[in-house]
């Protein structure tokens, strides 16, 4: 059974930090790819940061300078830094693993989604 459960999530003032993490388990984490989404209320789901099949690092331009994307595959695990905190931040996190091909099928999983909410 795959899993892939995130945390760090919370309320923080507009200029703070918090760093989410996603630990899969479940599958095979070091051949995915693995990113960051968010959704807003009322906004479709977009692609904060994540990792290309090249091991380079795309970002959103809004959160360029400001979040940081690291993975750590000896646990299985994606983490989001997240500095200098804006409301419009404000939003569910979502983490996924991105599409894969396996024997034929293609596989993609997301997290269950943190909440983080920016707010004096």
């Known amino acids: 059974q795959v899993q892939l459960v995130e945390s760090g999530g919370g309320l923080v003032q507009p200029g703070g930090s918090l760093r989410l993490s996603c630990t899969a388990s479940?599958?095979?984490?070091?051949?995915?790819?693995m990113g960051w989404y968010r959704q807003a209320p009322g906004k479709q789901r977009e692609l904060v940061a994540g990792f290309t099949s090249e091991g380079s690092v795309n970002y959103v331009d809004s959160v360029k300078g400001r979040f940081t994307i690291s993975r750590d595959n000896d646990k299985n695990t994606v983490y989001l830094q997240m500095n200098n905190l804006k409301p419009e931040d404000t939003a569910v996190y979502y983490c996924?693993?991105?599409?894969?091909?396996?024997?034929?099928?293609?596989?993609?999983?997301w997290g269950q989604g943190t909440q983080v909410t920016v707010s004096s």
């Open positions: 479940g599958i095979v984490f070091s051949i995915y790819d």
């Open positions: 996924n693993t991105g599409w894969r091909l396996i024997g034929g099928t293609r596989y993609n999983y």
